[in-house]
């Protein structure tokens, strides 16, 4: 594997997305690239991030589409028709990353299996004062992390311990549950295989959920990425949930379905007649 996409999907918070692409600007490993999936920011959100996007020492794109309400699945399908990497990791523009984020990824790639890593959530007002201050996280040491910790400003210290597993990360190859795109690492040839995200999951809820189990059902394993990459996840308020009971159930019925494999509206519409027969192959 040499380059890795970094898929990066935002809304109407450059300010978040800027404390995010900052941590991703000081990676140790630099064979990576960004895009930018924007799912419908108005002009004046995209035109700041656009702007910040100019600082970044590696390859990035900036992908957009028209606010059609809450289509991430869409957007990331369409990051995708446009990254150049052999391996895709998801996540949000509110999460910050540590600087050996994009190599703990690297590490744990390996073929036939995706990597969900873990997330720890820093509350309300500490997002607010992270923003404010424009606090580096990705700089801070442990110890930093424990003493929020204790003052409950993040909810967990665990994620930060890195324990080498082994083995122990694919004790559970068909788990779906907990792995979402907020941090997701898969090879692309696995999610083109699959189709990428189904975008007859519109609204908030389980289009990540959904991907990783057609993966399962293709035959692709989980291995854990939890003691070894976590994120560091913004506070903000829940999307509109009004879709969530028909996501839900469209997902279930998909989970008892193990021949359900390809996506019934997915990437693959984002490529050109060529390309999609080479990817067909």
């Known amino acids: 594997m040499n380059l890795i996409s970094v898929i990066v999907t935002t809304y109407n918070w450059p300010a978040a997305l800027e404390l995010c ?3 991703l600007f000081v990676q140790h490993d630099k064979a990576f690239e960004i895009i930018i999936a924007d799912d419908g920011s108005t002009f004046a959100n995209q035109a700041l991030a656009q702007v910040y996007c100019a600082k970044s020492p590696v ?23 446009s990254s150049q990497g052999d391996y895709l990791l ?3 523009g509110d999460c910050v990353c540590r600087a050996d984020f994009i190599a703990r990824h690297r590490q744990l790639a390996e073929p036939g299996y995706f990597v969900p890593g873990n997330r720890v959530l ?34 967990r210290i665990s ?12 004790l559970q190859p068909k788990k779906w549950q907990k792995a979402m795109t907020c941090n997701l690492a898969l090879w ?27 993966l399962i059902h293709a035959g692709i394993k989980r291995k854990e990425g939890r003691f070894a990459a976590p994120v560091l996840h913004l506070w903000h308020r ?20 193990q021949d359900f494999i390809v996506a019934t509206k997915g990437v693959s519409q984002y490529f050109h007649k060529t390309e999609r027969s080479a990817l067909q192959r």
Request: glycine share 6%; no cysteine; net charge positive.
């Open 21 to 23: 692409l900052d941590s």
């Open 59 to 81: 390859p990035i794109q900036y992908v957009h589409h028209e606010d059609q309400g809450f289509r991430a699945g869409t957007i990331r399908n369409k990051a995708v028709a």
């Open 90 to 92: 998801f996540i949000d």
């Open 122 to 155: 820093l509350s309300e007002s500490f997002t607010q004062e992270v923003i404010e201050k424009g606090i580096l996280l990705q700089r801070k040491s442990l110890s930093y992390f424990i003493f929020l910790w204790l003052q409950r400003k993040i909810n």
């Open 159 to 170: 994620a930060f311990i890195k324990l080498p597993l082994g083995r122990i990360r694919k």
């Open 188 to 214: 692309k040839n696995d999610f083109l295989q699959v189709n990428g995200f189904d975008e007859l999951f519109e609204g908030w809820g389980f289009e990540d959920s959904d991907l990783v189990i057609r």
């Open 238 to 257: 829940h999307h509109d949930k009004s879709k969530q009971e028909l996501n839900y159930q469209r997902l279930l019925e998909r989970l008892a379905r």
